[in-house]
């Protein structure tokens, strides 16, 4: 890696989406203990810029050319890898999100797998997940009454209900899957919980249980909240959720993207209405057999729409139990 002080070494982070059979998928690197999102040192020499060397070494570790890259953020907290808790040097990641189409993988390494395999709470299609009830809800009231100081209990609670919402909570705010993500780890819920708890002691690790979504490598189911969060945000004003759908695409298509994206189930007829009406897409002339159905209209993105408008999007989206 290389070293921009003599305790603090940058690498590079990767977020990679693509959405196939209304799943939403990510591209993991099977490392160390855990899976891992794909990542790599910086080269200054070798790259102009951050993104560059993202680029360069995305398509080396997974043969993909990718189109939609942004930056996400910088990761930078004291002990987010096992190698700073054992003594070793701060790690930095500048971590991008990208948006692509799920293509075979040419080189080793790197797989795709179900986004929601980590963040099962966030999958609201089939209604509630059950796991809220029976794991979450509980180990968080518990958590709320392990003080017996009442301003403690009282933040807890209230950090609780802002992001899971009261208990038995009909629909949550979809943006927040950073708060919910550290909500479970702060709380000792999640599985790197006790995993990082160990290494800072000094302990034997413990196989990592599952009941709360796979776990992943250092911080890295934080750095997948976060990208998740963003591109839920941007579903609102930016129309991010094109970059998924091939050239040409039902309207049915384009509702199932959205949907694997927010996590939740989508009004048919006020979701095309919403598409019309802000004139995202037009029609080209033909259709496709869907199915034992009538054939359904084909569209494609107005990309000329990014240039009449200031904002340019769906809606933001609400995990609702239908």
């Not at 996400?72 to 948006?99: C, H, Q």
Request: glycine fraction near 8%; aromatic fraction near 6%.
């Amino acid at each position: 890696m290389t070293t921009t002080q003599a305790d603090t070494v940058v690498n590079l982070l990767g977020v990679i989406v693509a959405v196939t059979d209304q799943i939403p998928r990510i591209l993991v690197a099977d490392g160390g203990h855990d899976r891992a999102l794909p990542s790599g040192p910086f080269d200054p020499k070798a790259n102009a810029s951050l993104e560059e060397g993202f680029r360069r070494m995305i398509e080396a570790q997974a043969g993909l050319d990718l189109n939609y890259v942004e930056q996400l953020y910088t990761f930078g907290n004291r002990y987010r890898t096992e190698d700073e808790m054992r003594g070793g040097p701060r790690t930095l990641s500048v971590a991008y999100v990208a948006l692509a189409h799920e293509e075979e993988l040419l080189t080793g390494g790197t797989r795709w797998v179900d986004l929601y395999e980590h963040l099962p709470w966030e999958d609201w299609r089939d209604g509630r997940p059950a796991m809220l009830d029976t794991i979450v809800e509980p180990r968080l009231k518990k958590w709320c009454s392990r003080t017996s100081k009442r301003e403690i209990k009282h933040k807890r609670t209230e950090r609780v209900n802002v992001s899971f919402g009261y208990p038995g909570a009909a629909e949550l705010d979809a943006v927040l899957t950073l708060e919910r993500l550290e909500l479970l780890y702060d709380s000792g819920i999640l599985a790197e919980s006790d995993r990082d708890t160990r290494i800072l002691a000094n302990e034997p690790l413990a196989p990592l249980p599952t009941d709360i979504g796979v776990p992943m490598s250092c911080d890295h189911r934080r750095v997948l909240a976060t990208a998740l969060g963003r591109i839920r945000g941007k579903l609102a004003y930016r129309p991010v959720v094109f970059e998924l759908l091939p050239g040409e695409f039902t309207l049915f298509q384009l509702q199932q993207v959205a949907e694997a994206l927010s996590g939740a189930h989508l009004h048919k007829q006020n979701f095309r209405r919403l598409v019309m009406n802000a004139d995202l897409v037009e029609a080209i002339g033909r259709t496709v057999a869907v199915g034992r159905g009538r054939p359904a209209e084909l569209f494609r993105f107005r990309r000329e729409v990014l240039g009449e408008k200031l904002t340019v999007g769906l809606s933001r989206p609400t995990l609702r139990e239908e």
